[in-house]
T-cell receptor, first 113, second 111 residues
Framework: AQSVTQPDIHITVSEGASLELRCNYS??????LFWYVQSPGQGLQLLLK??????LVQGIKGFEAEFKRSQSSFNLRKPSVHWSDAAEYFC???????????FGKGTMLLVSP | NAGVTQTPKFQVLKTGQSMTLQCAQD?????MYWYRQDPGMGLRLIYY???????DKGEVPNGYNVSRLNKREFSLRLESAAPSQTSVYFC??????????FGPGTRLLVL
């Protein structure tokens, strides 16, 4: 069975500092990987996805993620965090031709002034 | 396009009451999903429908039933609500192998 681990429940970053959110997955074949963001009281918005090809994926709002097969990781990064980035971030994994996704438990990002 | 819509936005139930959460999508997607979100638990799949006419259990199906009414609509029913079903419920849709698009959620409180 596939699984996703987000080791950090909360992370606090100063505005303007860089950000890295960790995601580790367990899956037997090549996974499809996603990062979603959820602002308070809102639904989930897709930030970026990895299906195949270049392992460094660019997303919306200046986010990027790198797929590292050897480490079973798909960490999310942003070079300079803005206060509006404060939200909860979810990593998810699916199979090729998938019907369902498995989500991590989320990381809450707090941005300090 | 409205995307994925859910009704109601909020609902308060008493233990033992029943209700149906409605979901509709206008993207002509084949697959639809129901998730619940609880603090510290992420999103957990309740049921999904890979295509019209089919439904399958997800990770946490107990206490729920679903109906894929047509290609656009996928409803979630709680026959006898319990406090453990207090949660935020999200509907999503996708093409098979495609991106999942989420609705705004339904916040349910069971007293």
């Amino acid at each position: 069975a596939q699984s996703v681990t987000q080791p950090d429940i909360h992370i606090t970053v100063s505005e303007g500092a860089s950000l890295e959110l960790r995601c580790n997955y367990s899956y037997g074949a090549t996974p499809y990987l996603f990062w979603y963001v959820q602002s308070p009281g809102q639904g989930l918005q897709l930030l970026l996805k990895y299906f195949s090809g270049d392992t460094l994926v660019q997303g919306i709002k200046g986010f990027e993620a790198e797929f590292k097969r050897s480490q079973s990781s798909f960490n999310l990064r942003k070079p300079s965090v803005h206060w509006s980035d404060a939200a909860e971030y979810f990593c998810a994994v699916g199979a090729k031709g998938y019907s369902t996704l498995t989500f991590g438990k989320g990381t809450m990002l707090l941005v300090s002034p | 396009n409205a995307g994925v819509t859910q009704t109601p936005k909020f609902q308060v139930l008493k233990t033992g009451q029943s209700m149906t959460l409605q979901c509709a999508q206008d993207m002509n997607h084949n697959s639809m999903y129901w998730y619940r979100q609880d603090p510290g638990m992420g999103l957990r799949l309740i049921y999904y429908s890979a295509s019209e006419g089919t439904t399958d259990k997800g990770e946490v199906p107990n206490g729920y039933n679903v109906s894929r009414l047509n290609k656009r609509e996928f409803s979630l029913r709680l026959e006898s609500a319990a406090p453990s079903q207090t949660s935020v419920y999200f509907c999503a849709s996708s093409e098979v192998g495609g991106l999942q698009y989420f609705g705004p959620g339904t916040r349910l409180l069971v007293l």
